[in-house]
């Protein structure tokens, strides 16, 4: 984390923390409550998929073969709803917590 | 008016919402569309609770593979008609009530018709699109929708109250893809026991419902959470310009 700080003088001192909670079958492939440092300018998409690359059952089950979200998937910031459609624009922001969910269907 | 016997059959759950919450639930008519993995318990814990008129629609038939979670129905059943086994079952658990068993398959030409007057929705399906018409016939009735959803250890609760909470598809506008989900029994019975404590708050008022908020269960590592759920301003169903919100006359 401190070897990063010299990246982050383009930035100022920023110093960004955001945690990512992954639910259900993303959180079995993926882990969960996964604290990362992102850099300014990240968005909420290029954040998840870095996390998510780390397995690949699990990238796969949250986005397609040409890396967008799966239409299902249901992406939250701070609590607030995003449009998997708009998660390549918005940018992380420094304490946000982003949560990732898996809508199931059984009965 | 409740008789004797109702009120030594209720007494343990007359001591939380009273005579008036008791006759709240036996003036109620619940519609539960389903009666499989959620339907079991939702139906089973409504009978019991003396719901006074539950109407429970399937179209299947019992096969030996329910067995494992589908509780209204044992192996004396295989091959009849879930309908007519949940009939049986819930007269056994409660006989001073009165059920329809309807066995036919929801489309939106019928859907309308077989809720009728009911005064709540509960979703014991195992799919989204049917989901979705039960959605937008709780807001054209303006009549709440206990939604619960699960596979293998996980499930998902959430009340909507049209006018009020986001709607089914404010939550969920695109549909998991539909594949053969895993369960073990309990998962239903977490989730499904969970719906129906909320109509029986619902119906009794008391405490407070999942409203804008979805309940999300994860039985592997046994974690409740939640996450808050807002209306979509462009929902196609509730949104703006759409079905007219209401923030009164809602039984809440």
Not at chain 2, 77 to 88: H, P, Q
Not at chain 2, 128 to 138: C, G, M, S, W
Not at chain 2, 193 to 212: D, R
Request: glycine share 10%; proline share 4%.
């Amino acid at each position: 984390m401190r070897s990063r700080d010299c990246k982050n003088q383009h930035y100022g001192d920023e110093e960004m923390k955001a945690k990512i909670r992954f639910f259900a079958r993303f959180r079995e492939l993926l882990g969960t409550d996964i604290i990362t440092d992102p850099l300014a300018g990240t968005t909420l998409a290029a954040l998840v998929s870095n996390i998510a690359r780390n397995n690949k059952e699990g990238y796969d089950a949250i986005f397609d073969e040409h890396g967008n979200f799966r239409e299902f998937v249901i992406l939250m910031q701070n609590g607030k709803r995003v449009e998997t459609a708009d998660a390549g624009t918005i940018m992380v922001a420094d304490g946000d917590e982003i949560a990732i969910f898996p809508p199931v269907a059984g009965g | 008016m409740l008789s004797e016997r109702e009120r030594e059959r209720y007494k343990r759950q007359m001591m939380l919402f009273g005579d008036e919450g008791q006759e709240r639930l036996k003036n109620a008519h619940i519609f539960i569309a389903g009666a499989g993995g959620l339907g079991s318990p939702i139906s089973i814990y409504l009978a019991v609770a003396g719901v006074g008129t539950i109407t429970i629609v399937d179209m299947d038939v019992v096969d030996q593979s329910n067995l494992n979670r589908q509780i209204l129905h044992t192996d004396r059943d295989i091959g009849k008609k879930k309908t007519v086994s949940a009939l049986a079952k819930l007269r056994e658990y409660n006989a001073d009530i009165t059920i329809n068993a309807i066995d036919t398959t929801i489309t939106g030409d019928n859907l309308h018709e077989l809720i009728g007057r009911a005064d709540g929705i509960v979703d014991a399906m195992d799919n989204y699109p049917v989901r979705y018409l039960l959605n937008r016939v709780a807001l054209d009735k303006k009549i709440p929708f206990f939604h619960g959803a699960i596979s293998g250890f996980y499930g998902q609760a959430t009340t909507i109250i049209p006018g009020i909470t986001p709607c089914f598809e404010c939550i969920f506008p695109k549909a998991p893809p539909k594949a053969v989900f895993p369960v073990v029994g309990a998962t239903p019975g977490v989730i499904g026991t969970v719906q129906a404590t909320e109509v029986i708050k619902y119906l009794t008022k008391q405490g407070e419902l999942l409203a804008g908020r979805l309940f999300v269960w994860d039985g592997v590592t046994s974690k409740a959470e939640e996450i808050a759920v807002d209306k979509n301003e462009a929902c196609p169903v509730c949104g703006a310009g759409t079905v007219k919100t209401n923030t009164t006359g809602t039984k809440k």
